[in-house]
């Protein structure tokens, strides 16, 4: 479901070679999200993916235990992360914190999305 998302074939780059751009406008976004209700879990993953730019191998084994609300990341561990070798840190930015803090209390242990 998550290797690629909503705006993929946007693009005239193929992003297995280079870093592809995809210039959607507001409205063309705002399309996109009327066609998902916020009970959907696709729609949580359409928010997180887009406020915090978390790659879709990241999506993928997002847990609660990486969400740390109080320093505002979503922080992986090294080799956590499929196909790189460091971790890193997301910033959490108030449009994903909402959905993340929901899905954080459905799903304690195991993968968000």
Known sequence: MNQHFPGHGDTATDSHVAFPVI??????????????????????????????????QEMRVMEARHLDFAAGVIHFEDGEIPGKKYGRDVIIPQAAEDVLKQLALKYPEGPLF
């Open 23 to 56: 210039t959607h406008t507001r409205e063309q976004w705002e399309q996109v999200m009327a066609e998902y209700k916020p009970h959907d879990p696709f729609y949580g993953y359409l928010v997180v993916i887009r406020a915090t730019g978390c790659r879709p």
